[in-house]
């Protein structure tokens, strides 16, 4: 379904061992050598040196799974969709924006309990575990996401018993709360005990009505769904036992470029879709990975043709070290502007940027003002608070001459 036979280690892997979840994670690449020792004589020029100086430079450890590194263009991997969302290079690099943090949602201060974001009033982000089966250069959980790395020191939070216990107590005793988006880190990481223990108790709080898993899993590691029978069945079960109390069971997905949709990734739609489990899908809009009208419009109809339902597209959070990955805000309105009226109104995804500090998710059309020439845009978000002004800052390379003066900014 795929040609992975085209990267030398992999010549003579089995079709079988290759579409295997355990195959994938004992063979997953973490740095550059061991990309090396995977494309042998392909390994292009430069390429460890560019990566090795990257991954130090970068606040997130890397991992890509074979799967991932099957889909890479090496003959044109500096402008690779799938390379640039996961494997750092010394010299795309930007220097990050002032106004970058490492936590930029500020989720630190709207944690309750820790491993629980209550933000919203009826909503709650749980995030059980701190791995995923890859690492995005750009994830907006750098504060947490992955292993210690040479820049970044991570708070803990694995999927321990008495952690757990502590949300599901706080969930228990706040009634407001109607839906959960049980997150990390990636779902895929959890035991299917782990991942049925914890759904089974929500479903049984009454308030609780909407639960949504999140896992970036299907658009990385699709062959979990066809071969880990364990986890899907427990998906399966859950959404079962859902439907039978009338609430809601989701997987929340993250799907950037068409790229990663293959046949693989058919056959594991073809398991949820037909036993009833809805998908969603949340891009990032990402510089030279999917910021043309035509990129997005592609993917937004390849992931309808499978039956995940386009939902949101992000505009980049303001993490640190993934500058060069983040749009304008500007990009956003005029991609959404040129695809909307493209295809059904339901798989239209809408644009939203989350506000830095905590201001939540808002429609990139909704700013108060927008100065393009320092690329300094206000929101207002009354769900969050009545008084407060939010701002998200365009990347200071799209600025005019006069804009990058304004933040003192050198050009490379
Ligand atoms: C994104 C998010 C949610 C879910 O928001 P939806 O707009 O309903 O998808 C809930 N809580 C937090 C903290 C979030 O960031
Ligand atoms: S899969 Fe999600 S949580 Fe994990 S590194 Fe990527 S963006 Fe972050």
Redesign the pocket.
């Known amino acids: 379904m795929l040609n992975y036979n085209g990267i030398p280690r992999w010549k003579n892997v089995k079709s079988t061992e290759f579409s295997n979840h355990i195959w994938q994670e004992a063979n997953s690449v973490r740095n550059a050598h061991q990309l090396q020792e995977v494309l042998l004589d392909s390994t292009p020029p430069n390429m460890l040196k560019e990566i090795n100086k990257g991954l130090e430079l970068a606040p997130?450890v890397s991992r890509a799974t074979p799967y991932l590194i099957s889909l890479i263009d090496w003959d044109n991997w500096i402008n690779d969709p799938i390379r640039r969302q996961f494997i750092p290079i010394e010299s795309e690099m930007e220097p990050d924006h002032p106004m970058s943090v490492l936590d930029p949602m500020g989720e630190q201060k709207d944690s309750p309990t820790p491993g629980l974001v209550h933000r919203y009033p009826d909503k709650a982000l749980f995030l059980v575990t701190h791995?995923?089966?890859?690492?995005?250069r750009?994830?907006?959980?750098?504060y947490a996401?992955?292993t210690d790395t040479d820049t970044v020191s991570k708070q803990s939070l694995g999927p321990t018993r008495a952690r757990i216990e502590s949300v599901i107590r706080y969930l228990e005793k706040n009634s407001d709360i109607e839906d959960v988006v049980i997150?990390?880190?990636?779902a895929f990481r959890l035991q299917p005990e782990v991942l049925t223990k914890v759904c089974s108790e929500l479903l049984n709080i009454p308030h609780i009505r909407r639960i949504r898993i999140?896992?970036?899993g299907l658009a990385?590691l699709p062959m979990k769904i066809t071969s880990d029978h364990g986890w899907t069945n427990a998906i399966i079960d859950l959404a079962d036992q859902a439907r039978r109390l009338l609430k809601q069971f989701s997987i929340q997905t993250?799907f950037n470029h068409p790229k990663e949709i293959t046949g693989y990734t058919t056959e594991a739609m073809k398991i949820l879709f037909s036993a009833g489990v809805q998908v969603r899908n949340q891009s990032?809009l990402l510089r030279r990975v999917n910021d043309s009208d035509e990129v997005m419009l592609t993917l937004i109809k390849m992931l309808s043709d499978i039956n995940i339902q386009p939902y949101y597209v992000y505009v980049g959070d303001m993490t640190r070290g993934a500058e060069d990955l983040r749009t304008s805000l500007d990009v956003a309105i005029s991609i959404e502007k040129s695809i909307r009226g493209r295809t059904a109104g339901y798989n239209i995804p809408t644009f939203v940027v989350d506000l830095p500090e905590g201001g939540g998710k808002r429609d990139v059309h909704s700013y108060e003002s927008y100065d393009r020439e320092r690329g300094i845009a206000t929101f207002k978000s009354p769900v969050i608070s009545n008084s407060r002004e939010y701002r998200y800052y365009d990347p200071i390379s799209y600025l005019s001459k006069q804009g990058k003066s304004y933040w003192n900014f050198t050009a490379k």
């Open positions: 997130m791995v995923c089966p890859v690492y995005c750009y994830c907006t959980r750098g996401i992955g997150s990390g880190g990636d999140a896992t970036k990385v993250h990032v």
